[in-house]
């Protein structure tokens, strides 16, 4: 997290501990002190949310990205002190934490929220729906609010005794799988994959149902390649030329590389384009970029799909019936856990956080174009 917004919301999540640490009586500094400290986490986490520090090598064209961004933070800061006024029950049955929520010995409840960042909104979602489905206990909350098809996510599910493992539920409650980010813990979301495909392809569904948006097609041999593009972001990968051996089955005959395409990333969207013409001499190979929801659900029904570090692909690919494969750098610690029948590749990646601190955008880009084609 090198930006000045994610720092902010940093600050509110050690808030947020603080409070949830009295309400529960862990041992925390005095009321008084507790207190004192949340008021200056607030005062920092707001002055840094509202100077809106441009990070390094951002480019013009961001600015689209950069205000989804700013807006993200924003919305997670008013969201933090939405739940000052939420009355919170007594959870001291259990130690488990719940990001926007909690659990005890009969139910978990989440509060719902919306943002525009689905990924590590889905993240607490599948998290705290996870914790429930472990402890074997009902799962409650509010909806996701606004008109996507987040909403049309369970928000009240009955204890599930197919998936209660009170021993896993045990080793996955700690302090990485309690916070805000828990895609990147070895987590409860690993054990839930029925559920997720479940309910997200019924979600998906009936919004496509009720909005009269007709969901993406495939055919049998299609293969579909995430990439996704932020030109700072120090989690964002790339596949090298590598990654692919012994990936493309002689079957495909199509594949879709699937991104934002933004103008600075033409060169590498080429070097991938070049890679898939020699891997896969007998295939079509085309680019692809369509709304938020229709590239969700296109993750979601292809045949096969590949990921790169971006949760937005993972949830939607954690959702998919078909084939997903996911490099495992980023997620659930490294760890790559046994996830049905889920496909972990270790290593093959260029990370963003690779990038000299003197290296330019352009002269980044050209390097990465070259690096995936030659590694």
Known sequence: MQHTGMRAIFALHVWFALVWAESHDVTCPSASGAEEDSRTLIAQGTRLLSTGTPRRGLHPLDSTHRAEEVSFERTSFQHMLMLLDRKRKDMSSTSCGVWNGGIDDTHCDYYGWYSPNWGNLLSEYWEARGAAA??????????????????????????????????????????????????????????????????????????????????????????????????????????????????????????????????????????????????????????????????????????????????????????????????????????????????????HVLNNAERPADMSLEDWVVHVAKWVREN
């Open 134 to 347: 472990l402890a074997g206990v009902s799962f409650v909350g509010d909806p996701i609010p606004g008109e996507t098809w987040l909403s049309k996510l369970p928000f009240a599910h009955n204890a599930d005794s197919a998936f209660k493992d009170l021993n896993a539920f045990n080793d996955m409650c700690n302090e990485c799988t309690g916070g805000m980010f828990p895609h990147g813990c070895f987590g409860k979301w690993t054990r839930i994959r029925q559920m997720i495909r479940d309910d997200t392809q019924a979600a998906l569904q009936a919004f496509s149902d009720e909005a009269h948006i007709p969901l993406p097609a495939f055919q049998e041999n299609d293969m579909l390649v995430h990439v996704r593009f932020e030109p700072d972001h120090p989690q964002i990968s790339y596949y090298a030329n590598s990654f692919f051996a012994g990936l493309i089955p002689e079957s495909i005959s199509r594949i879709i590389l699937l991104s934002a395409e933004p103008e600075w990333a033409e060169p590498i969207l080429e070097s991938y384009m070049a890679i898939f013409d020699e891997l896969c001499p007998q295939c079509s190979v085309e680019k692809s970029s369509g709304t938020q929801f229709n590239d969700f659900a296109a993750i979601a029904l292809a045949p096969t799909v590949v990921c790169s570090s971006s949760t937005y692909c993972l949830w939607a690919a954690m959702a998919n019936r078909g084939r997903a494969i996911m490099s495992g750098n980023d997620m659930a610690q490294g760890k790559m856990p046994p996830i049905d029948d889920w496909t972990w590749i270790p290593g």
